[in-house]
């Protein structure tokens, strides 16, 4: 039996991970370190001063700055983003998504959210739908970002769920390391090249369907 379904925020309730693509894409054009969609792909589901990291080292520029600097910038990227989402609106919840979490509270199962982001509270706020979540794991309380497991096993505790009786669902490469490695069974929103660890894609949350993760998940072992 399933205990939780644990999401993933950014990309998968909603397509803020475009607009963490456009604040970093602006902050590497002001730094002089352009990139594309296929090496923003390495930064999904990282947190904000990881993701940095990796934009430097990508530009070759990992040494060029001090602690105070990479502050600084961490917080120009985020003033960019934080505009982004002043204008979000239940209207930005991507579709499938509240007709799925309303499935998953009539079954009885627990539901979470293993966020990267220090802004997932504003955006799930906006978004009108933390009467859904029994329990969101944000940023501000992990050590480890992912694709470390502790978001989702600190987001199973919370709701006495046990790892192995857990869904995760991700739309990050990074993601779904995290949830493999927390022992649960992983669900990748997007495409197969990026998530073919997961144990079952679908192509977009309109795919989103309880009865399809019971089928699939009763056939994991
Ligand atoms: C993750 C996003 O959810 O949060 C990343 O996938 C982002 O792209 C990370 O960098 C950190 O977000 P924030 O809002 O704390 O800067
Ligand atoms: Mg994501």
Redesign the pocket.
Known sequence: HIDAIIF????VITDT?EY?YLA?KKLGEEIGIPFDREFNET??????MD?LERILEHGGRQNDFTPVQKEALASK??DH?VQLIQTITEKDVLPGVENFLKQIKEAGIKIAMA??????LFVTEKLGLMTYFDHIVD?ATVVRSKPDPEVFLKAAKAVDAAPANCIGVED?AAGVCAINDAEMFAVGIGDRSVLGHARMILQSTKELNLETFLNEYAKKD
């Open positions: 993933d925020l950014d990309g991970a963490h970093w930064l999904k589901g990282v947190s904000r993701s990227k985020n983003y966020s990267s982001s220090k802004n997932a940023a990050a």
